[in-house]
């Protein structure tokens, strides 16, 4: 079981970096305020794996000027966007929650794999010879609390995923971009018109 643990958290870990490396283009294509990644908003929230978040997508967006007023208005979109939506704003707090979660479930997973969980355990005894004790070291219960709590994490990765892919798909959520990004083509996909 820790085993295949240990093999979940790569996958998560994995995942997240392309979640990550994904939501910054979102953001591009989305011409998205850049004061919800602003350093100095993460610090006043004093949540490191936050601060750390938050920088990984400046890093990522390496200073876009798509995403600033002057950006958009070359597009063709006129005056302040006052701000974008919760799930955009909010992006780096849920990544952060589950950037601590994969940490402590990555310490766990290190302690299991060198702890001792067979029963019995066989100790030498100070007279000689061996005592066999019977015990409960083969629960897992500290693992599967980590791992239920690293799948709700990924739920909710997976919801805020959907949700601004169905951003992207909708003109009026999207700022612009073409209907389920297949525009340039006046072509009906039914009729073929």
């Not at 990550?20 to 794996?49: V, Y």
């Not at 302040?80 to 929650?97: F, N």
């Not at 007279?127 to 897992?140: P, R, T």
């Amino acid at each position: 079981m820790t085993a295949r643990f240990v093999d979940a958290l790569d996958r998560a870990e994995r995942d997240l970096d392309a979640f990550t490396a994904g939501f910054t283009l979102f953001l591009e294509a989305t011409r998205a305020e850049q004061g919800a990644f602003d350093e100095r908003t993460h610090q006043e929230r004093g949540i490191a794996e936050q601060v750390d978040t938050a920088e990984q997508i400046r890093a990522l967006h390496c200073g876009t000027q798509w995403m600033t007023e002057d950006g958009r208005t070359r597009l063709g979109y006129h005056g302040p966007r006052v701000q974008d939506a919760t799930s955009v704003r909010s992006t780096p707090h849920v990544l952060s929650g589950l950037w601590k979660t994969l940490a402590d479930a990555r310490d766990a997973a290190v302690s299991e794999a060198n702890a001792s969980t067979s029963n019995p355990l066989i100790f030498p005894r100070d007279s000689g010879g061996y005592e066999f004790v019977i015990g409960g070291n083969w629960a897992a219960t500290h693992l599967g609390e980590h791992m239920d709590k690293l799948n709700a994490q990924l739920t909710n990765l997976a919801v805020l995923s959907e949700g601004l892919s169905g951003r992207l798909m909708d003109p009026e959520w999207s700022y612009g971009l073409p209907a389920n990004l297949a525009g340039g083509s006046s072509r009906s996909p039914t009729t073929g018109t």
